[in-house]
């Protein structure tokens, strides 16, 4: 059974007078547990792919379905709350709260949960040992390196304990070591927590370590395939 | 959420030190304005208080006739009418003085200078007025003036300094600063008074005056009696007052009771022209006018009497303090106009740059109302911080400016008035202005707020 169902999507943007076809009639399935990498060169449409399912966007024509339930049937109220429930979203440049430590940056996801305190404490400290940063839980990002605020953001994503983390080029922003060590660490916190993980990404790294590739180019679905064809 | 609004606000933060500056100073204007307001209506109120009582009992239409005839519109019995008042169940408790008035115009003449001046005469029992003049429910800085008249001594009086400048009683008061006409001048040249009153007045005055101490200031009051026919009396003045107003100084007059009452009545005459009402607090003035006015309409149906309050005994209350009303709301919109713009400006440019943080915490599962309760809590925090900051400094400021001793002299007065701001104590006044500004800024932050909760999550994560 496949945790997420994409049914005929299509998406065009306004830039200006012009119309972009940025995804035309993507159907996709997602399995539960699985490191699923988006990719395709710039303008392909990955991101716009992972808006959809993670339901900041709205397609034009088709569906979004997670765990069965339909994205496109959700008031916003309604698609804002899933999210916080189901989804976790990893962003190219961290988006930390520049306001809150990194404890509670983490901690933020399960405060919209309305966890209790005393659970929402034991999780978070849970997380941020795991991604290596338990003594830095009380610093702000502006005092984390760049690869120390994706591990906060990695933590963000998964304190919740999501069907599904999306992650937008989640190692763009970081240098090839860093990277390596970021993707290692979301590849074992998958395996650790049985989520599912979509990302977009044209980073070999990322593409070697991922269990399926969906490669997209000028917003068309090429070929949802094993690893190893693609490789 | 608050802690998160907080935490916003003092990352920006020389911004939010300059829309809370803007707060301040307008709290500080608003308030400091306010508090001088409060003194003058607390001012005049014991001024006007103190004079007339917070309540008048006259026969009816005297208000608008009775000046120019005493007599018709007078009250009589009016010992059992201050009996009734002082007994009565519901009154009783609320009454601090009830003193009767009788007052009158007439002609103060100075034989000796060959000099006449009308005046209004007030005819008082001494106690009662010195009793009412001594009312500062508010606890004012001031010393009340009482009046000089011994009770002991029937043909004491005190006048106005200007109708003592007028009869040229200056020397014999030891007035100071009391200007002397110059040699050659009409008031100088004066001549006797008219032989028929001159006879009437030594005829008053041998026959009722013998314990009159010769020495001081004299002069004989003219007043027209019953019947329209004149009488004299002969009065010892003990001091020249200044009432605060000039033209109030140069027609004051004020003599015991019994004594006007036989000048105006003769020796049988026991009649006021009013009952002066004082309460112990002015919160109680609708309760007593209510119960004087079914004391009317139920025990005195035998004289048609109607009750007045110190406001329309005396407009000038009413127009000082609306003029002072009208300025304060004037400034409290104007402020709360800068406020509305500043908080406003301030919110705007935090949403503006915010706008990634916004995407990101739609991304997370924050509802868009969760977003505007963000910047709207914002905007009240700053109003809250700006409004105690206010409020602190105002205090401030108005006990230093207390403590200075600054003085102006207001239109219409002779004598100088300490600027006073009233604030401590102030809860009501404190409290709405300070709930105004909260309320304001939080207005403020409502527009800006509701433009960051409609952003499109994907544009504003893609804003750069």
Redesign the interface.
């Known amino acids: 059974m496949s945790l997420a169902q994409l049914q005929h999507l299509s998406k065009t943007y306004a830039l200006g007078q012009l119309r972009v076809q940025a995804l035309t009639d993507v159907s996709l399935q997602l399995q539960p547990a699985c490191f699923t990498v988006l990719s395709g060169p710039s303008g392909s449409g990955k991101t716009t792919l992972l808006?959809l399912i993670?339901g900041?966007?709205r397609p034009d024509q088709g569906d979004v379905r997670i765990a069965g339930q339909s994205l496109q049937q959700l008031s916003?109220?309604a698609l804002?709350?899933f999210?916080?429930?189901h989804?976790g979203?990893i962003?190219q440049?961290f988006?930390l709260?520049?306001?809150?430590s990194a404890f509670e940056n983490v901690e933020?996801?399960l405060r919209?949960?309305q966890t209790p305190a005393a659970q929402r404490r034991k999780r978070v400290l849970e997380l941020l040992d795991a991604v290596g940063l338990a003594d830095k839980s009380n610093h702000r990002p502006n005092q984390l390196s760049g690869g120390q605020r994706q591990r906060v953001a990695i933590a963000?994503a998964l304190v919740h304990q999501p069907l599904l983390v999306l992650a937008d080029e989640p190692t763009a922003n970081l240098d090839s070591q860093t990277g390596a060590q970021i993707i290692m660490l979301m590849r074992d916190l998958q395996r650790q927590q049985k989520t599912a993980f979509v990302f977009s990404s044209h980073d070999p790294q990322v593409i070697a370590s991922a269990d399926h590739l969906v490669l997209l180019k000028d917003g068309h679905l090429q070929s949802p395939q094993p690893l190893q064809e693609a490789v | 959420m608050i802690a998160l609004a907080l935490r916003n606000l003092w990352r920006n933060q020389r911004r939010s030190a300059t829309t809370l500056l803007a707060m301040m100073i307008g709290m500080l204007s608003i308030l400091l304005f306010g508090g001088y307001s409060r003194t003058v209506y607390y001012g005049l109120e014991t001024d006007f208080v103190g004079r007339s009582g917070h309540l008048q009992l006259q026969r009816k239409d005297y208000f608008w006739f009775g000046s120019g005839d005493p007599q018709g519109y007078s009250l009589q019995n009016y010992t059992e009418l201050v009996t009734d008042i002082q007994q009565d169940p519901v009154l009783a408790p609320l009454l601090r003085v009830v003193t009767p008035v009788l007052q009158f115009g007439g002609i103060a003449g100075n034989f000796d200078a060959g000099l006449s001046k009308l005046v209004i005469v007030q005819g008082v029992d001494v106690e009662g007025q010195n009793q009412l003049r001594q009312w500062n429910d508010y606890q004012l800085a001031i010393t009340p003036e009482l009046l000089s008249i011994d009770p002991a001594a029937p043909d004491q009086a005190e006048i106005g300094i200007g109708v003592a400048r007028m009869l040229q009683l200056c020397t014999q008061l030891a007035l100071k600063d009391c200007p002397q006409p110059d040699a050659g001048s009409p008031a100088s040249n004066a001549g006797t008074l008219s032989a028929d009153i001159t006879a009437l007045a030594a005829t008053t005055a041998q026959s009722t005056t013998a314990s009159l101490d010769q020495s001081g200031a004299r002069l004989e009051l003219l007043a027209a009696s019953t019947g329209g026919a004149p009488n004299v009396s002969r009065l010892q003045i003990n001091r020249a007052v200044t009432t605060g107003a000039k033209e109030l100084d140069e027609v004051y007059l004020a003599m015991q009771l019994k004594q006007a009452q036989t000048l105006l009545y003769g020796e049988a005459g026991q009649r006021v022209t009013a009952l002066q009402i004082q309460l112990q607090h002015s919160a109680d003035l609708e309760l007593a006018r209510t119960r004087l006015q079914h004391l009317i309409d139920s025990r005195w149906q035998q004289q048609p009497l109607e009750v007045h309050d110190f406001q329309t005994l005396n407009p000038a209350f009413g127009q000082i303090t609306g003029m002072f009303s009208a300025i304060f709301g004037f400034i409290t919109i104007l402020i709360s106009a800068i406020v509305l713009f500043t908080v406003g400006n301030t919110m705007s440019m935090a949403v503006l740059e915010r706008t990634v943080e916004i995407g990101t915490l739609r991304t997370l599962g924050l509802r868009r109302s969760g977003i505007r309760r963000l910047f709207v809590s914002e905007g009240l925090l700053l109003g809250l911080t700006g409004a105690v900051l206010g409020t602190l400094l105002a205090l401030l400021l108005a006990a230093l400016i207390n403590q200075a001793g600054f003085a102006w002299l207001p239109p219409g007065s002779s004598n100088p008035v300490p600027i006073t701001i009233r604030l401590w104590g102030e809860h009501q006044m404190l409290l709405s202005i300070s709930l105004t500004v909260v309320l304001v800024a939080t207005v403020s932050a409502w527009w800006p707020a509701r433009r960051a909760a409609q952003q499109d999550v994907v544009d504003a994560l893609r804003y750069v």
Request: hydrophobic share 35%.
């Open positions: 808006n993670a900041i966007d916003d109220n804002t709350d999210r916080a429930r989804i979203y962003f440049n988006n709260l520049p306001v809150l933020y996801p919209l949960n963000r």
